[in-house]
Nanobody
Framework: QVQLVESGGGLVQPGGSLRLSCLAS????????VGWFRQAPGKEREGVSC????????YYADSVKGRFTISRDNAKNTVYLQMNSLKPEDTAVYYC??????????????????????????WGQGTQVTVSS
């Protein structure tokens, strides 16, 4: 069964850190680009970060650049999102996703643009991140 499971969310004070994990089962995650997305209450789901499978290139939303780091551990079939210097506006449910169905499965960028959430067909259940004092 193909599955993505996120973990590592929680409550943290502003300026704190969390590391999210995205564990894959039923398929080999390192063949695929993996995106991290987030959705805050009343807002649309937005891309946070993404990592290619073919060249390892990484991409970040401007709002998290310099604070978040995406990485892979292929031996553990896991992608991580290290989040430092967290801000209250980072509060959201965080999801990881992969595209297993298209010819662009390996990349975060298509035709010069970052791939949108509806271009990823497998999603985890999400993990809540709350940044508050």
């Amino acid at each position: 069964q193909v599955q993505l499971v996120e973990s590592g969310g929680g409550l943290v004070q502003p300026g704190g850190s969390l590391r999210l994990s995205c564990l894959a089962s039923g398929f080999t995650l390192d063949y695929y680009a993996v995106g991290w997305f987030r959705q805050a209450p009343g807002k649309e789901r937005e891309g946070v970060s993404c990592i290619n499978s073919n060249d390892g290139n990484t991409y970040y939303a401007d709002s998290v650049k310099g604070r978040f780091t995406i990485s892979r551990d292929n031996a553990k079939n896991t992608v991580y999102l290290q989040m430092n210097s967290l801000k209250p506006e980072d509060t959201a449910v965080y999801y990881c996703a992969a595209d297993l169905g298209s010819n662009a499965y390996y990349t975060c960028v298509v035709q010069g643009r970052r791939r949108t959430p509806n271009e990823f067909d497998y999603w985890g259940q999400g993990t809540q991140v709350t940044v508050s004092s």
